[in-house]
C-alpha cells in the first residue's frame, strides 16, 4: 500500500513556534533576571474610600536599582510607602493585593513593621537630620536597636559607605544642621546604612539638591547597589535614565479603566502601572504609546 503521509513532508509543513533568535533573546532575557527583593501582586492603595493607585503587579530585583516614574499624583510615593509598610502611619491608608518581600508577605500579622523599617530604610525628598551631631544622628539607630559592636566604629562605617566620612571625620560633634544640603542627605543616607538594611526606598532624594550634590548622590547609589537593592521615585528623566536598571512608568487613569488607556474622566482618577522594563528599553523604545510620550515630553 502506497503511503499517504510521509513524516518528513509532516516536520516540513509544521509552523515555526518562534524565530530562534527572538527565543533564545527571551530565555536570555528570563536567565538574566536577578531574583525578586520585591514581589507586587494586583496591588492598591486606598485612602478612605479612594484608589490612590491600583492594579500594580510588577517584581523589583535584588541588588538593581528600580525607579518609578510618571507625572505627578500618579502614585508614585504611595506605592513606594507600600515596601516598607510607611502607609500604616496613615489612618485613611489601606493597602491591598500582596506585597511580597523576599517570597514573603510583608503584610502578614506575624510581621513586625518595626523590623521591616530597619530592613529596608526609607530617605526623604528633603533631608531630615535630627537635630543632634553628626555622629549622634548615626548611632542613634543602632543604639535603639542595641546593636553590637563599637559605636565608633559603626558610625565610621556607615559614613563611608555614604561617602562622607572624608568631610565630617574631623567635625563628628557638630550639629548636623551645619552640614550642606547635599551632605545632610548623605548623612541621611548614612543614617540609612548604619542600621544594615537591605533595601533602600528613596523618594525624590535629589529633588532638594544642587546639580553637583545630586551627581555625589547618584555616584553614590550606582556604588550601593553592589550591596543593597534600591527603589527611587524621581521626577528627574535623566535621573532615571543615568542610575536606574529597571524603569517603572505610572500614569493616572479614570477608574474602571483597567489600563487606563482610554477616556479621561475628571472624577475617580487614580495611579496605574504602564510599563515596566530594562531602563534603556523604556527610553528608548518603549512598548506602549503613553510612555513615549512622557520620556520625550510631550505630556507630563
Ligand atoms: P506621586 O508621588 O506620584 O505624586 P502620590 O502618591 O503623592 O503621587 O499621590 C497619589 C494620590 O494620592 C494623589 O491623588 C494624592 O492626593 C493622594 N494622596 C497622597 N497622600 C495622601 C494622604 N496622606 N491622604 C490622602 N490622599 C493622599
Request: aromatic content about 6%; charged content about 30%.
Amino acid at each position: 500500500m502506497e503511503r499517504v503521509t510521509d513524516p518528513v513532508d509532516i516536520r516540513a509543513r509544521r509552523e515555526p513556534a518562534a524565530p530562534i533568535p527572538e527565543v533564545v533573546a527571551k530565555r536570555r532575557a528570563e536567565r538574566q533576571r536577578p531574583k525578586a527583593v520585591f514581589d507586587l501582586r494586583d496591588v492598591q492603595v486606598s485612602y478612605g474610600v479612594k484608589p490612590a493607585v491600583r492594579g500594580v503587579s510588577f517584581d523589583m530585583g535584588r541588588n538593581e536599582i528600580t525607579a518609578l516614574i510618571g507625572p505627578s499624583g500618579c502614585g508614585k510615593s504611595t506605592l513606594i510607602r507600600c515596601l516598607n509598610r510607611m502607609n500604616d502611619l496613615i489612618p485613611a491608608a489601606r493597602v491591598e493585593g500582596k506585597v511580597l518581600y523576599h517570597d514573603q508577605d510583608l503584610y502578614a500579622p506575624a510581621v513586625d513593621a518595626v523590623e521591616v523599617r530597619k530592613r529596608i530604610g526609607m530617605v526623604f525628598q528633603k533631608p531630615n537630620p535630627f537635630p543632634k551631631s553628626i555622629y549622634d544622628n548615626i548611632a542613634f539607630g543602632p543604639r535603639v536597636l542595641g546593636m553590637k559592636g563599637g559605636m565608633d566604629e559603626i558610625v565610621e562605617r556607615a559614613l563611608t559607605h555614604a561617602a562622607l566620612w572624608d568631610e565630617v571625620k574631623d567635625r563628628l560633634k557638630a550639629n548636623a544642621f551645619g552640614l550642606s544640603g547635599g551632605q545632610q542627605q548623605r548623612l541621611c543616607i548614612a543614617r540609612c546604612l548604619a542600621v544594615e538594611p537591605d533595601v533602600i526606598l528613596m523618594d525624590e532624594p535629589c529633588s532638594a539638591l544642587d546639580p553637583i550634590s545630586t551627581g555625589k548622590i547618584e555616584d553614590l547609589m550606582i556604588e550601593l547597589k553592589r550591596e543593597y537593592s534600591i527603589v527611587i521615585v524621581t521626577h528627574n528623566m535623566q535621573q532615571a535614565a543615568r542610575v536606574s536598571d529597571r524603569t517603572a512608568f505610572f500614569t493616572v487613569a479614570p477608574q474602571g479603566d483597567p489600563d487606563g488607556a482610554s477616556g479621561n474622566d475628571p472624577t475617580h482618577r487614580s495611579g496605574v502601572l504602564v510599563e515596566v522594563d530594562e531602563t534603556e528599553k523604556i527610553f528608548t523604545n518603549p512598548s506602549d504609546a503613553r510612555t513615549e510620550a512622557y520620556v520625550t515630553g510631550k505630556v507630563g
